[in-house]
């Protein structure tokens, strides 16, 4: 089994906390047995000691035989669970062991540590991750700020990805400064009710008709949401461009982009993966899909059909 003993000294930048972490973890509780009522499943809980502190990992068929592993991070502000809204990961069609990290620093179960965003700290956490998993190999996937981390896990420990997938990353370019994409970004930070949460959800994060969740799934991501901005203490790093830093990625990338994503317009993206990453495999653009892509079902039926063709 490879180690993370060669990695460098992970050093604490900022932290983030929930305001009353009992209640706060308590509430958070009963929205994960709310989502598992509503699918039907039970997701397998790990705990995994890393640098950053605690880091917590659900699970889906982890004690299971099969010869695939993918390992997920979610985007900034979210938890890894959104990837399963109205059974998402379904639609991955293939029998694969999956494990959903809940990235340290984003309001989910996880201690609030977080290393300098620009360090190659979190690659090391990552690695960290997968050793206290036990995975030797595993294909990667993440989603906004999720991809950055699957590109820093990708310089320092590319033997251990068989492939990374990209889905709107936020690795590829500065956060988008277009008027628009800024009023509904900052408006339900400024305002934290219901109704913003749902207009940002729906101007910048999907694109009704054709990307959208159920009624019950988009009441629980409002929930959340509301809950994030108003009881957890975000002083976690953004995700920034990686620019010349992605020439360092050698494993084999695909990157999946959302043309209605306002956050990290897509065309930008991928000119900005084609001059630096050699090692792009693919581009896939699905239409008329926001920057919650993690959530299309045609982006989790790509990552399934490539897991199953490697």
Known sequence: MPSSTLSADIKVKHTSYFKDKKADFDYFENWVNQLEKNNER???????TTSLGNTHVWGLNTHQDYPD?????????????????DRGLDNLNHSMKIYLVETNGLPNLSEGNTPEIRSLDYGWWATEV?????????FVAGASF?????????IVSPDRIRAAFLLNPGCLQPFSL????????????????????????????FSIPNHQLSPTAEKMLVDYEVFALTRYKDNTQKPYYMNEQLAEVTVDTYLLEGDQDLLFPHQQSIDNAKKHMKSLKEVVVFPHVGHGIETHDKALKFIGKTIQKS
């Open 146 to 154: 999720g991809g950055l981390i699957c590109m820093k896990l990708g």
């Open 178 to 205: 277009r008027l628009k994409n800024l009023y509904y970004n900052i408006l339900p930070i400024l305002r934290p009710s219901e109704s913003n949460v749902l207009t940002f959800l729906n101007k910048a994060v």
């Open 130 to 138: 997968l050793d206290g998993l036990k995975i030797e190999k595993a």
């Open 42 to 48: 039970t997701y397998e809980r790990h705990t995994v």
């Open 69 to 85: 592993t993918l390992v997920i991070f979610p985007g900034a502000r979210t938890t890894s669970l959104i990837w399963d809204f």
